[in-house]
C-alpha cells in the first residue's frame, strides 16, 4: 500500500513522515517519534492507557489512524511538562499518590489535563464521568479524583509574577 505523506505537530515538534494508511497513532508516536509514553492496553478503545490530546481533544490514539492526524496539534504526556517543571496534574498524581503501577497514568494525566481545560472546577461527579474512559487496575479510583482535585485547585491559583 502506497505510504502517505503526513506533517503533523507533536509536542510543539514538526514532523513530517511517510506513513502506512493503516498506521495507528499509537504506533507512529511509539515507533516512528519513539515517544512511548503513551501505552497500548487493550487496543480496542477501553482502557484509555494510550490517551492523547488532539486539537483540544482527548483521543484513544489505539482507534485513530496517523493519517488523521495530518495538519493537526498533537500534545502526548512527553509534552506535559515545561521545561522541567511538572504540570499540576503530573504534581497532582504524584502528591496524592494517583497510581501505583503506573501503567494507565499517561493516558490518565493526558484526559485530567483535558478534562480540566473544558471545566476548570468540576464536581466529583463531574470528575468520575469526565475520567470514565480511561481503567485503573490498581488504586480504586479514589486517589485519582482526589488528584484530579488537587490539579483543578492548583490551576485556579494566580500565577506568581
Ligand atoms: Fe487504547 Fe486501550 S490501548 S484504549
Ligand atoms: Fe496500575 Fe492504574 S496504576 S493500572
Redo the contacts with the bound molecule.
Keep these: 500500500m502506497a505510504k502517505k505523506l503526513i506533517t503533523v505537530t507533536v509536542n510543539g515538534i514538526l514532523h513530517e513522515r511517510a506513513v502506512d494508511p493503516r498506521m495507528l497513532l499509537i504506533h507512529f508516536l511509539r515507533d516512528e517519534l519513539n515517544l512511548t509514553g503513551a501505552h497500548i492496553g487493550c487496543d480496542t478503545s477501553h482502557c484509555g492507557a494510550c490517551t492523547v490530546d488532539i486539537d483540544g481533544q482527548s483521543v484513544k490514539s489505539c482507534t485513530h489512524l496517523a493519517v488523521q492526524c495530518d495538519g493537526s496539534d498533537v500534545l502526548t504526556i512527553e509534552g506535559l511538562t515545561d521545561k522541567g517543571v511538572l504540570h499540576a496534574v503530573q504534581e497532582a498524581f504524584y502528591q496524592k499518590h494517583g497510581?501505583?503501577?503506573?501503567?494507565?497514568?499517561p493516558g490518565m494525566l493526558m484526559r485530567a489535563y483535558r478534562l480540566l481545560q473544558e471545566n476548570p472546577d468540576p464536581s466529583e461527579d463531574e470528575i468520575r464521568h469526565g475520567m470514565a474512559g480511561n481503567l485503573?487496575?490498581?488504586?480504586g479510583y479514589q486517589n485519582i479524583v482526589k488528584a484530579v482535585q488537587y490539579a483543578a485547585r492548583k490551576l485556579q491559583e494566580p500565577v506568581a509574577t
Design positions: 497510581l501505583q503501577c503506573g501503567f494507565c497514568t485503573c487496575r490498581c488504586t
